[in-house]
Nanobody, 119 residues
């Protein structure tokens, strides 16, 4: 089955950087939108960024100018470069992808990777 696996989370000081990666695997025929959401403690899951297969991007206002999303279509991976991190960026980050397996198209989610921003 289709799986998404995130990596790259960890502990970073305010002002620091992290790069998250998410790889999709399985019987993938086509991957359209890919992106990231995040969920802080006691909060709802919020949109962070998305990228189409053509490379068009959309960002949440809270991360514009600090985060950059990119993807490798051949490898079915999506990256999130996070710079100038703030304590309020701390959350579990989830990647998602809209994937067609040939018989159906669904949104798939990873299990999340923890990002902690603290001095």
């Amino acid at each position: 089955q289709v799986q998404l696996v995130e990596s790259g989370g960890g502990l970073v000081q305010p002002g620091g950087s992290l790069r998250l990666s998410c790889a999709a695997s399985g019987p993938i025929v086509r991957t359209s939108a890919m992106g990231w959401y995040r969920q802080g403690p006691g909060k709802q899951r919020d949109f962070v960024a998305t990228i189409t297969s053509a490379g068009s991007t959309v960002y949440a206002d809270s991360v514009k100018g600090r985060f950059a999303i990119s993807r490798d279509n051949a490898k079915n991976t999506v990256l999130l470069q996070m710079n100038s991190l703030k304590p309020e960026d701390a959350a579990v980050y989830y990647c998602y992808a809209r994937i067609s397996t040939g018989t159906m198209t669904n949104d798939y989610w990873g299990r999340g990777t923890q990002v902690t921003v603290s001095s």
